[in-house]
């Protein structure tokens, strides 16, 4: 049964969040919060220590409070403490107590047995782990001080970041009903190269098997997950599988697709003959990406935080300054950082933030303050754009840089910027777009020019090709592009023989 958090006055309380959490450690395997100096305990400094497969027993999460080793406060402090581990909403969902708290520097006390391992990860996950997130929450005091002390409460809280590779795309199969076996569909990022291909399993149903090709060393988790897309773009659920260092050695892994016959629901299933798997996979190296403290600084990269079987713990952060905000942001976008809602391109889903969109562009906005299917149905559908074009959008609106480009990409961008009102990267494109024209490129640059009814750079353009007349007119794009645009055509040659 959980219960409604009640603040003590007197007491210190440290709230941490553990963002994907790292259930895969193995015993003995710890994480260890930021550092907090509670002002009432003489400005002692803690933290707290999770062992997510138990320090001494494997089946059991371990929780430990823990006395730094610094020069304040006395040698020894008698404390009250208490730990709970906390759903969504704050309450507990497990809580114990210790009264007779007494801490040297350097020591910690707590709960071996804090909870059950299969409790938090598996029956009660969604409780437990909502938004992959565990809720850690410490309040400590001094021992022997009444509750009723008129000391102002010290609340303070931390969020740790656990780095995740995430990649989401989209398997059409076309013709699905004629495939028999062997279909092969090859995914790759930096990290990690499978194939996924779909094979018949017994009475014809189709199951799912993971080749992995090459693996970097450094992966301790590896999870795939699979979806059907109906008729209606709705996805149904078909289940995740999880492999740990032991299963990836392996190389070949299996993930059943789904039981039902798709054949007999065709019409929902199966429309004109084409199967759509909304497919993704999570891996981590196990390392932290950042701590978020209290007073909004980040400590960036704290690497290697989880120390197997150590009785010390030491720690050594990157000599970095901090992170501009630009950063910060392009951090988020690229490890789906509190992402609640999805750019689908007919190829790749691209998770983002409903407030960053909105701030960029008004018709993102609209989409998610109107009363528009956007606002419900958690995804955007993207059909007209590519997904490369999808990808260097968002990138922008993150961090407000335009990356790779070329002409034929900025051609691509200036058209979704006006399609999403997007005027500082439609200006963006148009400035690349007028520094980097060349014979080739630039009938194709006027004609999106005169169909957006930009005249500055239809301008620019024109200009560009009376300066460059001979090479233009002479070339294979300006003879196909008279007999497409014979008036745009015209009145470029208009411009020559009349200049202004």
């Known amino acids: 049964m959980a219960y409604r958090i009640v603040s003590e006055t007197n007491a210190c309380t440290f709230l941490w969040n553990i963002q994907n959490f790292p259930f895969w450690l ?31 027993y494997e089946n059991f999460v371990s929780l430990f409070l823990h006395r730094e080793s610094d020069c304040c406060g006395p040698d ?10 906390l759903d969504e909403d704050g309450s507990f969902l497990t ?45 400590i005091r001094k021992k022997d001080v009444s509750c009723d002390s ?33 279909l092969r569909n090859n995914v790759k990022d930096n990290l990690i190269e499978f194939h996924l291909l779909l094979n018949n399993g017994r009475d014809f149903e189709k199951k799912i098997t993971i080749d992995v090709i090459s693996l970097d060393k450094s992966i301790k988790y590896f999870s795939f997950k699979t979806s059907i897309m109906d008729s209606e773009g709705k996805k149904e659920d078909c289940g995740k599988y999880e492999y740990f260092v032991e299963d990836l050695k392996k190389g070949i892994l299996s993930a059943p697709l789904f039981t039902k016959k798709l054949e007999e629901n065709k019409n929902q299933y199966l429309p004109n003959n084409v199967l759509s798997l909304f ?95 956007e606002r419900n149905s958690g995804h955007i559908d993207i059909t007209d754009l590519e997904e490369v074009t999808v990808r260097q959008m968002l990138v922008y609106l993150y961090t407000d840089s335009l990356e790779e480009m070329q002409l034929e990409s900025a051609c691509k961008l200036y058209m979704a910027a006006d399609k999403y009102d997007i005027l500082s990267m439609k200006r963006r494109c148009s400035s690349f777009m007028k520094e980097n024209l060349c014979p080739n490129k630039a009938c194709e640059i006027l004609e999106l020019a005169d169909l957006y009814q930009d005249d500055d750079l239809k301008n620019s353009v024109q200009d560009y090709i009376l300066e460059h007349d001979r090479e233009v007119f002479g070339s294979r794009e300006w003879k196909n592009f008279m007999d497409c645009n014979s008036k745009l055509a015209a009145n470029v040659m208009y411009r020559k023989i009349f200049p202004s």
């Open 26 to 56: 193995r015993k003995g395997e710890r994480i260890i919060s930021p550092t907090f100096i509670d002002n009432a305990l003489e400005n002692t400094k803690w933290s707290l220590r999770v062992y997510p497969m138990g320090e001494k």
């Open 76 to 85: 020894t402090i008698e404390t009250n403490y208490h730990l709970a581990f």
């Open 95 to 139: 809580e114990k107590s210790n009264r007779e708290g007494t801490f040297m520097k350097g020591t910690s006390k707590g709960f071996q047995k804090f909870e059950e391992r299969e409790r938090l990860i598996v029956t009660e996950k969604e409780s437990f782990l909502s938004g992959d997130t565990l809720r850690v929450q410490c309040s």
């Open 150 to 182: 008129q000391e102002m409460p010290q609340y303070l809280t931390a969020l740790t970041v656990f780095k995740v590779n995430r990649v989401s795309f989209i398997w059409r199969i076309e013709k699905f009903s004629f495939h028999k076996s062997g």
């Open 279 to 373: 497919c993704e996979y999570d891996s981590t190296d196990g390392n932290v990406l950042y701590e978020l403290l209290t007073d909004g600084r980040i400590s960036p990269n704290r690497m290697n935080v989880a120390v197997k079987n150590s009785k010390e713990h030491v720690e050594k952060e990157k000599p970095q300054d901090m992170p501009v905000l630009v950063d910060d942001l392009k951090s988020m976008y690229n490890n789906r950082i509190f992402c609640d809602t999805e750019l689908r391109t007919p190829t790749q889903a691209f998770q983002a933030h409903k407030s960053i969109l909105s701030a960029r562009s008004p018709v993102f906005m609209s989409m998610f303050t109107n009363d528009m299917k």
